[in-house]
């Protein structure tokens, strides 16, 4: 299935570099545009070709193995990137660090996982039990596709290519950011999940645990993104173009927030299969982003981007994936879910408004310099961290057993 799914990458990557030049505004010539645009795309096709046993090791509970080493190569990459930069080295050196960064990473973790599991190397009689619920896989991750990688080329079509690069450019932070949070409460999901997946527990009160853990993390981050993003983007592009306004900003804090919250809730639907039951969810959720996102863009610019992630995820997506984990794996009233998340959303309300009427009051300190900037946003994320602990610790009692399992794992 890997092997399909990279061939079939390979070749729409090869399709799509022929077509690109045509719509990208580039300095070079065709074909130095579709080259780089192939480059770019291949050694993500060949990386398939080299993942299939690190899930193995996954499944196994044993990520860490390849995970230290994975994270060790992004950091390296992270080095030569800016080395790269500094030293004005050709543009194709940002290419190839880009490349061998993932096929390094797939590699090792690769050599780790056949090493570990020997019988992997054999080639036995083939199992096609995989291949009947594949597909659903493979549509919740076209979907999500669908869902967050849109935007840019409706932006383009409406607005032009230079916003999309604007539009781009938040999206960047934003997600990425997104995703180092979501990965922090993805890391323990294997444990979490294998105890939403066993017959023997039915745990809700650790979900709640995993659950407060997501929604802290989140409040955190998307607090910070919605009151500092409007000066740094600026700051950091040097262009009055890239001029963030404070609505954009607050929809793509409620992104983030949402984006993280919800990882509890697939955690335990997909580890116990449902998300076969929630492939016509996967259909909508796309569709309802697509036509948003047409809709809200050619009325409200960029504004209407952000503003179609966020009506879908939380209509479609909150609607039907928290109902069906709490019908089917802990046989409970979905209600039970909406009051949490509802009063833990208010929370973050309250905190990131508090922290914007601060961060105002000191704005000419602020944007002074780069500097100041940095002082200040670190400053404002240890109060956010605090003053969310205070909150959730006072009013959760599920968010003090966390801490209570946490305070035993560290006295053990």
């Known amino acids: 299935m890997f092997r399909r799914t990279g061939l079939v990458v390979i070749a729409v990557s090869a399709v799509a570099s022929l077509l ?23 050694p993500y096709g060949i990386s398939y070709f080299l993942m299939g046993p690190n899930f193995v090791i996954m499944a196994d509970q044993k990520e860490y193995r390849i995970n230290i080493w994975i994270q060790s190569i ?18 194709l050196t940002i290419l190839l660090i880009e490349g061998a960064n993932i096929l390094c990473a797939n590699f090792t973790a690769r050599r780790i996982a056949l090493n570990a599991y020997p019988w992997l190397k054999d080639t036995g009689e083939k199992d096609n039990r995989f291949a009947s619920k594949a597909r659903y896989a493979v549509i919740q991750r076209l979907s999500e596709l669908a869902t967050t990688q849109t935007d840019n080329i409706v932006v383009t079509g409406f607005m032009g290519y230079a ?9 960047y932070l934003s997600d990425n950011i997104g995703k ?13 999940g294998n105890l939403f997946n066993s017959d023997k527990v039915r745990s809700f009160s650790v979900f709640t645990e995993f659950f407060n853990f997501s929604t802290f993390v989140s409040t955190i981050v998307a607090c910070e993104i919605f009151i500092v993003m409007p000066q740094f983007v600026p700051m950091w592009m040097r262009n009055p173009l890239y001029q963030t306004s404070l609505p954009i900003c607050f929809f793509l804090a409620c ?51 952000a503003m179609a992630t966020t009506f879908a995820y939380w209509t479609v997506d909150l609607s039907y994936n928290p109902g069906l984990v709490y019908r089917e794996v802990f046989g409970l009233p979905v209600s039970r879910y909406y009051r949490m998340f509802l009063l833990r959303f208010a929370i ?24 100041h900037f940095v002082i200040s946003a670190l400053i404002l994320g240890i109060a956010l961290s605090v003053s969310a602990f205070a909150v959730y610790t006072i009013m959760f009692a599920s ?12 006295r053990r």
């Open 20 to 42: 690109f030049p045509f719509f990208a505004e580039s300095p070079m010539d065709y074909l130095q545009t579709a080259g780089v645009f192939m480059l770019l795309a291949l």
């Open 74 to 91: 992004s950091i390296l990459r992270m080095v030569l990137m800016i080395t790269a930069i500094l030293l004005k080295m050709p543009f």
């Open 163 to 171: 916003m999309s690069s604007v539009y781009g450019t938040y999206s």
């Open 180 to 192: 180092i949070t979501q990965t922090m409460v993805q890391s323990p999901m294997n444990s979490f």
């Open 255 to 305: 992104n983030i927030f949402y984006m993280t919250s919800r990882q509890p809730v697939m955690i335990a639907r997909d580890t116990n299969g449902l998300y076969v039951n929630a492939k016509n969810n996967a259909y909508l959720l796309a569709a309802v982003k697509i036509i948003l996102s047409v809709i809200l863009v050619s009325r409200f610019g960029l504004l209407g981007a």
């Open 348 to 371: 973050a309300l309250v905190l990131g408004g508090a922290g914007w009427f601060c961060w105002q009051r000191f704005i000419p300190y602020v944007s002074s310099s780069l500097i």
């Open 399 to 410: 968010f003090r057993s966390l801490l209570q399992r946490l305070m035993s794992v560290l």
